[in-house]
């Protein structure tokens, strides 16, 4: 048997990235008591150019540079090449946190078992001058801060409760309760932990909508970490045109187009007319928050 790989066959290296090899298995910290660290990752921004080259078949000159390449990859919705990297995450947050995390059906999971161990020992506090508000526009969002006075009352019940919550879990264990049942009446900031593992496309998915400014506070913490000093030193390349066309991009629907049209043509009544046609009082909000990003005096608000 001959030693001379087959032409094509060469033998392989694993990609490795200094950047984030310097940081591998460093605990970031997120809120009061959490963080999150990268465990394990596989590819880089070479392994995306490759894994897009690989279908243009044998032959084909190699027309664009890799960073070019990236972007026009990102740009038009090609995600199969970034399906090619994976990155595995060690995390450690807050259960409501975690419940919206695990909504992203898009990866694999295995958490921290309250049936086979006891209950982490720390839970989420929230200082005096960071409670929020209901929104007064938004059922699920918060808006503006409560009074300190006011927070500094709240805070301390939420002590107390953790701290009693706490100590009827620990009076059930050693009751000899098991762990399973035990376990109901903990809070849900009770911190939880757990390994994520996931490929860039999903991740990149993850990142545009929990950094983004609407996402809850808490969970936009970690993924503002993991974007920022975490991808950012894995993929440069992938994470500037991430930043480019997704994280500080604006969509705009065919309604807005029509709006943003008429606006610029100077016709400002035929974009009112489009813009009242418009029945959702959020989407006329958001409407009119995406004309003045975008540099126009919006004459019909109030």
């Known amino acids: 048997m001959s030693d001379v790989p087959p032409a094509g066959a060469e033998r392989l290296t694993r990609p ?10 460093v605990a970031f910290p997120v809120l009061d008591d959490g963080f999150i660290r990268v465990v394990d990752y596989m590819g880089d921004d070479g392994s995306v150019v490759q894994a897009a080259r690989v279908s243009y078949g044998v032959g084909t000159k190699r027309v664009h540079e890799d960073r070019g390449l990236i972007r026009y990859l990102l740009r038009h919705a090609h995600t199969t090449p970034f399906e090619m990297c994976e990155i595995k995450f060690h995390v450690r947050a807050p259960m409501d946190a975690w419940r919206q995390w695990i909504r992203h059906r898009t990866a694999n999971v295995n958490e921290y078992s309250t049936r086979y161990s006891v209950a982490i020992d720390a839970a989420q506090k929230t200082p005096p001058d960071k409670w929020r508000r209901q929104s007064a526009d938004n059922r699920q969002g918060s808006a503006g801060f409560l009074p300190k006075d006011q927070g500094e009352d709240l805070t301390r019940t939420e002590a107390q409760l953790q701290d009693f919550a706490r100590s009827t879990y620990d009076a059930r264990l050693a009751a000899g309760v098991a762990r399973e049942q035990a376990r109901k009446d903990l809070p849900l900031s009770t911190y939880t932990e757990a390994y994520w593992k996931v490929d860039l496309h999903n991740l990149l998915h993850f990142l545009r909508l929990r950094m983004d400014d609407h996402a809850q506070e808490e969970i936009r913490a970690f993924a503002i970490v993991m974007g920022e000093q975490i991808v950012a030193k894995w993929m440069p390349l992938v994470w500037e045109a991430f930043t480019d066309y997704r994280r500080d991009s604006m969509y705009l629907s065919r ?42 005096t919006v004459p019909w608000s109030g």
């Open 255 to 296: 309604t807005e187009i029509d709006i943003v049209s008429a606006m610029a043509e100077g016709r400002a009544d035929r974009a009112k007319e489009v813009f009242d046609a418009v029945a959702s009082k959020r989407e006329r909000n958001e409407i009119e928050h995406k004309l003045m990003k975008l540099g126009f």
């Open 16 to 25: 490795r990235v200094d950047a984030l090899d310097s940081v591998l298995g």
